[in-house]
């Protein structure tokens, strides 16, 4: 199995920064991509970006793409998500997931954390 924690959420002023870890534990020779995903206060949960664990490559949400980007620290296993340019837009619980070798649904999550841009 393959557990997610995830830290670095609070309160920023828009046009602020933040940036969220994602530490995975576990079979993380498993893991196929992290991805992030967020759900505004009333909304449905929708997709930010992914990054796919043997090289790196990222895919990004339209709505962040020039202002997120996702990184990855091979040694600590943990996926970063740095937010740019934060907008009020943007407040949302943020929460990041596991794809995992041979699947294709995000099946391990982490707790979620709450950001809020306020303006």
């Known amino acids: 199995q393959v557990q997610l924690v995830e830290s670095g959420g609070g309160l920023v002023q828009a046009g602020g920064s933040l940036r969220l870890s994602c530490a995975a534990s576990g079979r993380t020779d498993s893991i196929y991509a992290i991805g992030w995903f967020r759900q505004p206060p009333g909304k449905e949960r929708e997709a930010v970006g992914n990054?796919?664990?043997?090289?790196?490559?990222?895919v990004y949400a339209d709505s962040v793409k020039g202002r997120f980007t996702i990184s990855r620290d091979n040694a600590e296993n943990t996926a970063y998500l740095h937010m740019n340019s934060l907008k009020p837009e943007d407040t949302a619980v943020y929460s990041c997931a596991a794809r995992l070798n041979g699947l294709y649904d995000y099946t391990n999550w982490g707790q979620g954390t709450q950001v809020t841009v306020s303006s």
């Open positions: 990054i796919r664990w043997r090289d790196s490559r990222t």
